[in-house]
């Protein structure tokens, strides 16, 4: 881990409901009593609890993200869509983009793309995911395929500005596989190459995420160069979390 604050992306994916309140008070009150000073907390609750979630956190250091935004901004014809400006309205800070579970619904880094230069004009904080395919990684490409969908979803985004990357291979999401440290490591590095050379930049930050646990926490938090983790599953349920985030920050 770096030493800075630890990120800890809490991504509820289509779960919870008005119930989960609850579970959220318990960790509100655990961050109160400053045992978790140095976790970055962000939960990305669905939509339909952001609301709520941002007026409970109000004065934490608990932050509140969306999964996902519209390519297009602001209002109009896009039934079902919500967009990054109305995620603003409502106090949402983050915005996780490029989640393979969007990729594998439509997403191109094309449209990623869009909603990035979106996102940002809006001040939302971006948490941008990449990673490869299971066959991929057999076919030793990983890095070819982090870097074109680096480079095609950063298109013409002129100064790199409170974005955050995630290390999430597709392989690890939900199936309880993780890769090696030392391959995490080698991937992460070369992801913060990239961004350090295109935008001259020094301080970057990446996750990793995928079948991030309570039990293989121990493992992974001995990753040098990562400056936190995107938790799925785990972070549903508030015991797991707050497990996950004191083996790592205590
Ligand atoms: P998981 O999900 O922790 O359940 O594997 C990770 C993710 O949402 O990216």
Redesign the pocket.
């Known amino acids: 881990m770096t030493n800075n604050n630890i990120y800890f992306v809490a991504?509820w994916?289509m779960y919870g409901n008005l119930r989960s309140l609850k579970s959220l008070n318990k960790v509100i009150n655990i961050a109160k009593s400053n045992l978790l000073k140095k976790a970055k907390i962000i939960y990305c609750p669905p939509y339909t609890l952001i609301d709520q979630f941002v007026k409970k956190t109000k004065n934490t250091k608990i932050d509140i993200g969306a999964q996902d935004c519209h390519f297009k901004n602001g209002s109009g014809p896009y039934t079902g869509r919500i967009s990054a400006n109305q995620l603003k309205s409502i106090g949402t800070k983050y915005v996780?983009l490029g989640?393979?579970?969007k990729r594998s619904e439509g997403d191109t880094d094309q449209i990623i793309n869009k909603k990035i230069l979106i996102a940002n004009q809006e001040k939302l904080k971006i948490i941008l995911?990449v990673g490869e395919t299971y066959k991929e990684n057999k076919n030793k490409v990983v890095l070819n395929v982090l870097k074109k969908q680096l480079n095609s979803s950063l298109k013409n985004l002129k100064k790199f500005n409170n974005i955050i990357l995630?290390y999430?291979p597709i392989w690890?999401?939900?199936?309880?596989l993780i890769p090696l440290n030392s391959e995490i490591t080698k991937n992460v590095n070369f992801i913060k190459n990239i961004i350090k050379k295109k935008y001259k930049i020094q301080n970057i930050k990446v996750l990793y995420?995928?079948?991030?646990?309570q039990n293989n926490i121990n493992i992974l938090k001995k990753i040098n160069n990562i400056d936190g983790f995107?938790?799925?599953?785990?972070?549903q349920n508030y015991n797991k979390l707050i497990d996950i985030v004191k083996k790592t920050t205590i």
């Open positions: 991504n994916k996780i989640h393979s579970e995911c995630a999430e690890s999401i939900g199936t309880g995420g995928g079948s991030v646990n995107l938790i799925g599953g785990a972070s």
